[in-house]
């Protein structure tokens, strides 16, 4: 007969375990509950339930570019926008948040 409850002993940063506690908290699931849930999606999925990667690029730093690069950036956004190829504020964050995990 399977054991009905088993101990996970893991180290995790303070400020992320805090945070983290903080969300769980105001959605009413005990952290227990969630790491319950994260390996049943591991189950699930046969793996990490979501994607893990390093991404393959990252924003471009303004203030790293000299006065030629940023005319070039911005003249790539004025093609962009020519061209149609534009997305609400709020959908470009969202994408970006995403991308980088922000």
Request: charged residues 30%; proline residues 5%; without cysteine.
């Amino acid at each position: 007969m399977a054991a009905k409850s088993a101990n996970l002993y893991a180290r995790i940063e303070p400020d992320v375990k805090e945070q983290a506690e903080r969300i769980l908290s105001e959605l009413g699931i005990p952290a227990s509950n969630a790491i319950n849930m994260f390996y049943k999606q591991i189950i699930l999925h046969r793996g990490i339930p979501f994607e893990v990667k390093i991404p393959s690029e990252r924003p471009v730093n303004m203030y790293d570019l000299s006065e030629e690069q940023m005319n070039e950036e911005l003249e790539k956004g004025y093609t962009d926008m020519k061209a149609g190829r534009t997305k609400s504020a709020s959908k470009a964050f969202a994408d970006i948040r995403k991308d980088f995990n922000l």
